[in-house]
């Protein structure tokens, strides 16, 4: 089964599912990796996302449905021949080598002469910026610097694909920054196909060319960090990514595309993709970004007032939380650009919460 | 903080209570090496005047020759076939399901409540039975049966610490399966097989009451060869015999931990 589609993506996922007992946990699941695309996985804990990554690896086969690796099949390939390269979440460096060791080791699996497997060993170690090392151990090395020899050692075989499994999970904050500037760029420079796993929102956002967003075994949505941020395909990819304010109203009027929505005593419009069977009456959630909404002195036929909550500076913006007296909802978080709302926004001081934009998120009310 | 007031009551207690323990274990193998040195044909304590002669005696006395090599080739032989049995066990008992799993570890361990000197009489009545001479290899598969659980211990508790990842990292690199056990499974498991193989050495080699049954005059072991000597004789070669135990079996400890890396390789970083 070699269709073009297929031999046309780095890797390919075609109706590929997984249950473990009677738990589910992949549901028959399609997604291609473009050549030298890095493809996030996101989602929480449980979502399936892990599982997926086995599965390309070959750790776990699939109950159903075929995964190729560029264009070629490998549901009954093993792990060793699959010719991926993999980085752990605990990096998983072999305790019992020196850094040399392991970064050389898929080459001498490989069988490479030695002297070749020196100079490529090298090489890998300037890509990764950690020369001087080669004896140590890994218990000898900083967190940081195992992570490089892991990353070294995964690309010096020349994988046909990179398989990331939450590498940045076990760095300082300062630290995974900085690493995750450097793996994308590292990934772009080789061009190489990638598929990361991560439970964290904004490192899929800052680092992905495409993501998909899962949860309970299924992807609900495969998309630029743009695409995904701004147009979430349903209630999960919305509340998912990024911070949002959930707050209820109801359908006023309808035209072709457009909804008009009575939040509190004001009004804001909403696209229809998500409401094609709704009618006036209708309750709603709108869905609307911290950023998406201002703050503004209390008045009528202001959609919400309340009270300031608390003014966080944040540095480069403030985030003001409302306390907002709408039954089901506690304070609405606010993102103001620039240092000066802090003084203006005190505890305590009423305030009108009013939209920034035109055009909202709204879904049906859940349940 | 934290430290017990030594002049109260409580902390004069806890301080007694420490010096005995430690004097009740040094004690005996003290007044052994003390009395292995008297002159005399006596076990009396202390020895008048200090001598060597023991020392030559239990060296020098034949069956105490035999039964030291009859053991070391029994020790070789059972910790080793333990082993090997009990690492493969232990590695089934950890990475695959099967049916009376439970049963198996448990008649597996069982050689832990069954005493001793049932094993051995046991095995005396099936080598009548089948009318197998009491040679070496009955003495052996005894003891295979009475070290394996700590040799199973040992492994199993080695592969329960052992990160999977590990092997996983290595089938991703390329590594067919015995290429991965040879590489990363068994160097990193190594510590737990060698702790495993001495402790059933040291074991085996100082066992009496089932070998008491199993072991002929031809193949009787060293604690056997002592205990008959006592039964006949009552002079400090014993005790010379004890000193030299005590000295072989340090030395070998000593040895495990200097040139097999045994503190080194423990003290490895543990992934997770």
């Not at chain 1, 007296?325 to 305590?348: D, F, N």
């Not at chain 1, 009013?354 to 879904?363: C, E, I, K, Q, W």
């Not at chain 2, 015995?178 to 590489?183: H, N």
Request: glycine share 8%.
């Amino acid at each position: 089964m070699s269709s073009s589609r297929a031999s046309s993506s780095a890797v390919s996922l075609n109706a590929v599912s997984k249950s473990f007992g009677a738990i589910a946990a992949l549901k028959a699941t399609s997604l291609d990796i473009r050549p030298g695309e890095l493809m996030t996985l996101l989602g929480p804990s449980g979502c399936g996302k892990t599982t997926l990554l086995n599965i390309v690896a070959g750790f776990l086969s699939a109950d159903a449905g075929d995964v190729a690796i560029e264009g070629q099949r490998v549901n009954d390939v093993p792990t060793f021949q699959r010719q991926i390269g993999m980085m752990f979440q605990s990096y998983a460096l072999f305790p019992h080598m020196t850094v040399e060791a392991n970064v050389g080791y898929g080459l001498k699996m490989r069988g490479m002469p030695r002297a070749d497997i020196h100079r490529r060993v090298q090489d890998a170690l300037v890509l990764v910026k950690l020369q001087g090392l080669e004896a140590r151990k890994p218990s000898q090395l900083s967190g940081g610097q195992q992570q490089r020899i892991a990353l070294a050692r995964a690309l010096v075989i020349e994988p046909k694909v990179l398989l990331l499994d939450e590498p940045f999970s076990a760095l300082d904050k300062s630290l995974r920054g900085s690493m995750q500037i450097e793996l994308k760029d590292i990934q772009r420079k080789l061009g190489i196909a990638t598929i990361f796993v991560t439970h964290d929102q904004s490192e899929a956002l800052s680092l992905s060319d495409r993501l998909a967003v899962m949860s309970e075994g299924v992807i609900r949505q495969v998309g630029t960090p743009h695409e995904v941020y701004a147009d979430p395909a349903d209630r999960f990819v919305a509340s998912f990514i990024g911070d949002v304010n959930v707050i209820p109203g109801v359908i006023e009027s309808l035209d072709d595309g457009r909804a008009t929505i009575r939040v509190g005593n004001g009004h804001v419009g909403a696209s229809r993709t998500h409401l094609a069977d709704a009618a006036p009456g209708t309750p709603v959630d709108v869905f609307v970004r911290p950023e998406q909404i201002t703050l503004a002195a209390p008045r009528e036929e202001i959609p919400l007032t309340g009270k300031v909550h608390a003014s966080v500076f944040q540095g480069g913006h403030t985030d003001v939380l409302v306390d907002v007296g709408v039954e089901g909802m506690s304070t609405v978080l606010v993102r103001l650009a620039g240092p000066a709302h802090v003084a203006r926004w005190a505890k305590g001081a009423p305030v009108g919460v009013v939209f920034a934009v035109d055009t909202v998120l709204a879904f049906p009310k859940s349940g | 903080m934290g430290s017990i007031a030594l002049h109260t009551l409580p902390g004069r207690l806890a301080r007694l209570s420490v010096v005995a323990v430690i004097g009740f274990l040094i004690l005996p193998p003290l007044v052994v090496t003390i009395a292995a040195f008297n002159e005399k044909a006596l076990l009396s304590f202390p020895p008048e005047r200090l001598s060597l002669r023991w020392f030559a005696r239990a060296l020098t006395y034949e069956d105490f020759r035999a039964g030291f090599w009859n053991g070391l080739i029994v020790t070789l032989w059972a910790s080793s076939i333990a082993l090997a049995i009990g690492a493969a066990f232990a590695f089934a008992l950890d990475r695959y399901e099967f049916r009376l799993k439970r049963t198996i570890e448990t008649i597996l361990l069982s050689s832990l409540i069954v005493p001793h000197f049932t094993i051995g009489l046991g095995f005396l009545i099936i080598a009548a039975q089948i009318g197998m001479a009491r040679g070496f290899t009955v003495v052996v598969t005894a003891h295979v049966i009475l070290v394996l659980p700590f040799v199973l211990r040992s492994v199993y508790v080695s592969l329960r610490n052992f990160d999977r990842r590990l092997e996983q990292a290595a089938e991703s690199l390329g590594a067919p399966p015995a290429r991965v056990l040879l590489t990363v499974t068994v160097p990193l498991l190594l510590p737990g097989l060698v702790s495993g193989w001495l402790l059933a050495a040291i074991l085996s080699f100082n066992e009496f009451t089932a070998s008491l049954f199993v072991t002929g005059q031809r193949t009787q072991t060293l604690p056997v060869a002592m205990y008959n000597y006592v039964r006949e004789y009552a002079d400090p070669s014993m005790a010379a015999i004890s000193v030299l135990y005590i000295a072989a079996t340090a030395a070998l400890l000593t040895f495990a931990n200097l040139y097999l890396g045994l503190g080194k390789v423990l003290n490895v970083e543990q992934p997770r």
